[in-house]
């Protein structure tokens, strides 16, 4: 199958008073039609970034250093903003992980929706475009929509602003959907009410999305597959099946052991030690060396490529070359051979 989104090589810089940031390094990967691809890791490890550089919605100080972005075949890396404004909505849409600051305070949801109908059909007959907002609005599950139409987003609660952006962002009928961190704001029923939606319209709509989130069992409710990003770069990337019970990078085995499911009857959480490095300047070897305790000392030399596993299953780690000494992990899976 024909990818609808291919990333090659990305690159992005953001200028910094300490220096150039180097927010998302050498990143490659592909995203297929009706598909729910998670990008996992920490605060700070450039997923949002990433996500903005594929909207190019960057901030000024940021710029794609390196790389190409490639939608449905076609290089959009140094498209215009004139001609990405032509893409978004239409070709992806963004959810963003704030719905109190998306929204509007000042102006109902349904003509926010309604907003985002027109900016691409500004023809539309009036009547046409409330039966969409209404569509809209009962496809993200807000229940007596004409009720709710003239309401403000105050009148809403948190989950309820999240599927007010939602509707926003599927007004023009995109065909993928960007969502940073959706469900950081909400309780742990409503992030579970969320994610389902998202797997529902993936299936009603055929939307590929990209989901980002720091959590790794948020995300087991929804994706096909997972990406585990570190310090700018995708270390691991698989099926969910694959990463959740066959994980071959150290770093994937502390997020899932840092899971409260598998920490049951224990008094404290497992953690990974020390901090994540500074992408002002980024180790030249294994960023993530300091933190492993299963480091090799190629680890604290030189970056481990990018090994093949299985044919939708790769992890950038020393464990996996044929001279690395086996290590069995902490957590369900094979051992790296």
């Known amino acids: 199958m024909e990818a609808l989104l291919k990333i090659e090589n990305l690159s992005v810089g953001i200028k910094s008073p300490a220096g150039k940031v180097q927010a998302v390094r050498d990143v490659s990967f592909e995203l297929h039609p009706g598909e729910v691809l998670a990008i996992v890791g ?3 490890c450039g997923k949002s970034m990433l996500c903005k550089a594929i909207m190019k919605l960057l901030p000024k100080s940021g710029k794609i250093e390196g790389g ?7 290089d959009i890396t140094n498209y215009s903003e004139k001609d990405m404004r032509k893409l978004r909505g239409k070709l992806f849409s963004f959810v ?9 305070p000042t102006i109902p949801i349904g003509q926010q929706i309604a907003e985002a109908i027109l900016v691409h059909e500004p023809k539309l007959p009036k009547e046409q475009v409330y039966n969409r907002v209404i569509s809209l609005m009962e496809l993200v599950g807000i229940r007596q929509p004409h009720e709710r139409y003239k309401l403000y987003p105050y009148n809403f609660s948190g989950g ?3 599927r007010s ?3 926003i962002a599927l007004a023009s009928n995109p065909k993928i959907l960007l969502a940073d961190e959706p469900t950081t704001a909400l309780d742990v029923t409503i992030q579970a009410q969320i994610l389902d ?8 709509l055929g939307t590929a999305t990209i989901l980002v989130s720091h959590d790794l069992g948020v995300v087991a409710r929804c994706a096909d597959r997972v990406a585990i990003m570190y310090a700018g770069k995708i270390v691991e990337i698989g099926t969910a099946e694959e990463i ?3 994980p071959r ?3 994937t085995w502390g997020l899932m052991q840092s899971l409260p499911a598998l920490n049951k009857g224990r008094d404290e959480l497992k953690t990974i030690p020390g901090m994540p490095p500074s992408l002002v300047n980024p180790p030249a070897h294994d960023a993530f060396a300091y933190r492993n305790e299963y480091a090799l000392e190629m680890d604290y030399h030189q970056q481990p490529p990018m090994f093949q596993i299985t044919d939708t299953h790769y992890a950038a780690t020393w464990l996996l070359d044929p001279r690395a000494p086996k290590v069995a992990p902490p957590i369900g899976g094979k051992a790296n051979v």
């Open 96 to 104: 963003f992980q704030d719905p109190m600051s998306a929204l509007n």
């Open 244 to 246: 959740y019970y066959d």
């Open 160 to 162: 309820m602003r999240q």
């Open 42 to 44: 920490e605060s700070g």
């Open 197 to 204: 939606l998202l797997k529902e319209i993936q299936v009603k």
């Open 249 to 251: 990078h150290p770093y």
């Open 165 to 167: 952006v939602m509707a």
């Open 68 to 74: 190409r972005i490639l939608a449905n075949g076609i």
